[in-house]
């Protein structure tokens, strides 16, 4: 049984900065892979970034096309904890954050196993 917890959303301006926190329990952290997936108002969640678990001997890393180059995944196994750092935030960021853990790495919403109860950003114009 996994047990995730999501921090620091909050409200921002248009091209400022966020870092998004998921800590993790109940688990073999290095064993699962991590992904951030967001929803917004009206519409359907969608995948934001995945990393892969660290039993594995190569890196994998991947975005949505959408924040490529502004997101950046990373995990901290001492710690327990994923992070989603977020720079040069847009209006269209705007969402519910959520944190997303499963042994197989994947980009669909459906796959992952343990779900976090989600945290809010806000960017405004």
């Known amino acids: 049984q996994v047990q995730l917890v999501e921090s620091g959303g909050g409200l921002v301006q248009a091209g400022g900065s966020l870092r998004l926190s998921c800590a993790a329990s109940g688990g073999f952290f290095r064993n699962y892979a991590m992904a951030w997936f967001r929803q917004a108002p009206g519409k359907e969640r969608e995948f934001v970034a995945v990393?892969?678990?660290?039993?594995?001997?190569?890196?994998?890393?991947a975005y949505a096309d959408s924040v490529s180059g502004r997101f950046t995944i990373s995990r901290d196994n001492a710690r327990n904890t994923v992070y989603l750092q977020m720079n040069e935030l847009r209006p269209e960021d705007t969402g519910v954050y959520y944190c997303?853990?499963?042994?197989?790495?994947?980009?669909?919403?459906?796959?992952?196993?343990?779900w976090g109860q989600g945290t809010q950003v806000t960017v405004s114009s």
């Open positions: 997303a853990a499963d042994a197989a790495i994947t980009c669909q919403g459906a796959d992952y196993k343990y």
């Open positions: 990393i892969r678990s660290s039993d594995r001997s190569s890196d994998y890393i």
